[in-house]
């Protein structure tokens, strides 16, 4: 094991091993920023948030849209979105998790992996909110310098729910 966590610190160019929390407490903290990083994305409007949430060469592979690699691709991209989400009767976002979906694994001298299923609402303005989709998801955390950040994520399997 020790030469594991060793040989992933060398390839990774780090000096020092990265101590990935046992379980339940990893489970907590990647829960925990998965919360973050969708806040940002769906409740706020802070791309410099969303950029210290997302590693430098983040890849973002979307069923949809295809690939995002790097984050000021990332960034700018969800900076353009967020804006026209500012003006009056624009369609809002919202995710949420469903219980039960949430899964994280432990990657030693990386971070981990979540998996799981989320459910998208939208509402126009401050109309009346709608179940409009749900998909699935996996995201690699990375712990860089005590921050977790998303370095990976697969957001595949997108259907609409009538």
């Keep these: 094991m020790l030469f594991t966590v ?27 920023s998965d919360a973050d990083i969708f806040s940002v994305m769906f409740d ?7 950029a210290d949430l ?3 060469d983040i890849e973002f592979y979307h069923d949809r849209g295809g690939l995002t690699a790097t984050r000021a691709a990332f960034v700018d991209d969800y900076a353009k ?3 026209g ?14 219980p039960g979906t949430l899964q994280v694994h432990p990657i ?11 459910l998208f609402y939208e509402r126009q303005g401050d109309g009346p909110e709608h179940l409009v989709g749900r998909a699935r998801f996996s995201i690699l955390w990375r712990l860089e ?6 370095a990976r994520a697969f957001s595949i399997d997108h259907a609409a729910v009538e």
């Design 6 to 32: 060793l040989f992933a610190t060398l390839a990774l160019g780090q000096s020092q091993p990265v101590l990935i929390p046992e379980q339940p407490v990893l489970t907590e903290v990647i829960k925990a």
């Design 44 to 50: 706020r409007c802070d791309p410099a948030a969303l």
């Design 54 to 56: 997302v590693t430098e």
């Design 81 to 83: 979105d967020c804006a």
């Design 85 to 98: 989400k500012q003006a009056l009767g624009a369609v809002r976002s919202r995710r949420e998790l469903v």
């Design 108 to 118: 030693p001298g990386v971070g981990a992996v979540e998996e799981g299923s989320p």
């Design 145 to 150: 310098d005590g921050h977790w950040r998303v």
